[in-house]
């Protein structure tokens, strides 16, 4: 997949400081584009979104499941004149790309990975202000403004996504006064409620299981897809037991995907749920959890591995069918 645009010392180097608005570089993010004439009805075939009503303003929000209806990983995706740019994590985008070059080749269908972008997050409580300095616009919540060589992809008020060039990603690396660490980011992505599938957790999980559907990213009036069969049997079946959770703890440590979760049941502790995605920022955990989804109030839980840290459930900024 593609090479970095930012060296591992100049990322080493970027601050975690949480009081101000902030530019972070995203070199796990990358962008895998598609084009061909049957671009958008074959992923209208692949992927739980209605892809062939994407226009050129918005941006949208999917899973890529298997034939059993698990999450190879979630994306996001735009329009790029007549291709598609398909933007998701790295451990994402490879799995999801070797599934649909597989299928593609029914297809009148290319995939190219596209070496020269960069993938970069603006956040913050004046995240607006930062994209004013880099005389980007400032499309509403949920579309997509498009400057040069820039996508603007707004995922929330104060949290966006930025596909740009890698030329323009050397300019903004010079910008010190407004750069912070990923994890600053990736924490925000995480208070946000947004889930990305790390590897261990690849073909573990049906979209409702990561809150897919409120997150806008399941279309369930659209034709058949793969994996659509389980998918719409979570919702009309009531099929699912299982959702994502905020949580937050205070350790030094980072849990990695697929690690364990543990909760009280009388005297003993139980395996109750694993991590999905976690960020620790001068000792505050930001985690997302996958748990049973009739979990009680003020129930306790805590790390198996580290069963001194416990972790307390934050309310997510929607609500949940």
Known sequence: MQSSWISAEQLAHLSNDPQRAFLSPLPAFQVLRIGGPDNRRFLQGQVTQDVLHLSAAQWLRGAHCDAKGKMWGTFYLSSHGDDLLWLAFRDELQASAAQLKKYGVFSKVTFTDELTAAVFGVGGSDAVAVLSQLSLPVPAVGELAAHGDSQVLALAADHYLIITSRDTAQQWLQLTDLLAAPTRWLA???????????????????????????????????????????VARMKYLGKNKRAMYLLHGSTETTPIAGQDIEMALESNWRRAGVVVNAVNIHGDLHLLAVLPNDLEPGQALRLAEEPHTSLLVRPLPYTLD
């Open 188 to 230: 925000q992505h995480i208070e946000h409620g947004i889930p990305y599938v790390e590897h261990a957790l690849q073909a573990e999980y049906v979209p409702q299981q990561l809150n897919l559907q409120a997150l806008n990213a399941i279309s369930f009036t659209k034709g058949c897809y793969m994996g659509q069969e389980m």
